[in-house]
């Protein structure tokens, strides 16, 4: 339904595969843990209005930005149980330990008692070939933006910055 909806729309190409391709990747996991096919999955968080213009927001961003790529830090995510549609579920979980099954991203775990790795998150990750970088990405910082809303002992939050590679062959 989401898939349909998106090719209906008046986005431009560029972003409807983007967000086609960030909902297969949480669909892929879903399924894998639900144990059924990809056209039987069924979104709860996901698939609410707020995520569904999340996912197209971070397209639409890529797009209007011309971003041809993306690497990523580790993952750091937390320990324990939350509770959500599916239940009390344990953290990492279970979607999230699916979509990580034969990825190079790192996931780092944390002593804090939370979710920090959604399925929307990583399916952002995977969707758009974000690439696990041992470092950052070295360049010129043109533009950055970080927010954060949990009170934490350390530094936390989403850092996003728009570089111009050093050496642009090497992308």
């Not at 059924?36 to 569904?52: K, S």
């Not at 990750?125 to 470092?135: E, M, T």
Request: with cysteine.
């Amino acid at each position: 339904e989401i898939e349909e909806m998106l090719r209906r729309s008046a986005l431009p190409s560029g972003v409807v595969t983007r967000a086609v391709a960030i909902y297969r990747a949480i669909a892929e996991g879903e399924a894998q843990v639900h144990g059924t096919d990809l056209d039987h999955v069924h979104f709860h968080e996901v698939g609410r209005d707020a995520a569904i213009m999340n996912i197209v927001g971070v397209a639409v961003c890529l797009e209007l930005l011309g971003i041809i790529r993306v690497t990523c830090s580790d993952l750091h995510d937390g320990v324990g149980f939350i509770h959500c549609s599916h239940g009390k579920i344990p953290v990492p979980v279970p979607a999230v330990r699916a979509m990580l099954e034969g990825t190079a991203y790192r996931l780092v775990r944390e002593e804090e008692e939370m979710e920090m790795v959604t399925p929307s998150g990583l399916g952002i990750l995977k969707g758009i070939g974000a690439v696990p970088a041992p470092a950052p990405v070295k360049g010129k910082i043109t533009r950055g933006i970080g927010f954060g809303g949990r009170d934490l002992r350390r530094p936390q939050g989403l850092a996003v910055f728009l570089t111009e590679a050093d050496e642009p062959e090497a992308m």
